[in-house]
T-cell receptor, first 112, second 121 residues
């Protein structure tokens, strides 16, 4: 079975600080895609960053970057210079073929 | 970017009635659309996958006769909750994955609608 595990139900970070959200996944495939989605209070799902498994280089999008460890099946998200607008629920997701498999989510609180 | 809309954004209906939720891809053709259900502070649960012009594929445990899905065109999918009951109250989200419409899209990427909050009284 394909599973995605987010071991941190909630995280807090001070504004302007850095926070890392953890994600591990389980797959027997060699080629796949990984995503981090953000769901703010509006509940609109927003794609934060994606990683293609065949690429060894870690993806980055402005203040967001990932630490992709393929052998360890780990895909953590680092948010630098945290802003109040980063407060949301973050979902790690794995995709192969048609379906997205989501982790349970991590609620991120940003303190001013 | 690719935009997906849902209508209505929220709906209240009485127990025993049916309610239809629409999902539209506004600027691209969606070959595949997905329907999710989400309870408060929980993850998204995939209910079904629909491809234009064919029957939807339901996930295990999802009642196909209760949650009717129609993907009539490359830009529209509908979810009808039949004979709704209070336990069907939830947040329903659709997403779409598609080909090109004026610009290239990552085939594997899903674009999400804003969701529909259903309350059954």
């Amino acid at each position: 079975a394909q599973t995605v595990t987010q071991s941190q139900p909630e995280m807090s970070v001070q504004e302007a600080e850095t926070v890392t959200l953890s994600c591990t996944y389980d797959t027997s495939e060699s080629d796949y895609y990984l995503f981090w989605y953000k769901q703010p209070p509006s509940r609109q799902m927003i794609l934060v960053i994606r990683q293609e498994a065949y690429k060894q280089q870690n993806a980055t999008e402005n203040r967001f970057s990932v630490n992709f460890q393929k052998a360890a099946k780990s895909f953590s998200l680092k948010i630098s210079d945290s802003q109040l607008g980063d407060a949301a629920m973050y979902f790690c997701a794995y995709i192969r073929g048609n379906k997205l498999v989501f982790g349970a989510g991590t609620i991120l609180r940003v303190k001013s | 970017g690719a935009v997906v809309s849902q209508h209505p954004s929220w709906v209240i209906c009485k127990s025993g009635t049916s309610v239809k939720i629409e999902c539209r891809s506004l600027d691209f053709q969606a070959t595949t659309m997905f329907w999710y259900r989400q309870f408060p502070k929980q993850s998204l649960m995939l209910m079904a996958t629909s491809n234009e012009g064919s029957k939807a594929t339901y996930e295990q445990g999802v009642e196909k006769d209760k949650f009717l899905i129609n993907h009539a065109s490359l830009t529209l999918s509908t979810l009808t909750v039949t004979s709704a009951h209070p336990e069907d109250s939830s947040f329903y989200i659709c997403s779409a994955r598609g080909g090109t419409s004026g610009r290239a899209l990552n085939f594997y990427e899903q674009y999400f609608g804003p969701g529909t909050r259903l309350t059954v009284t």
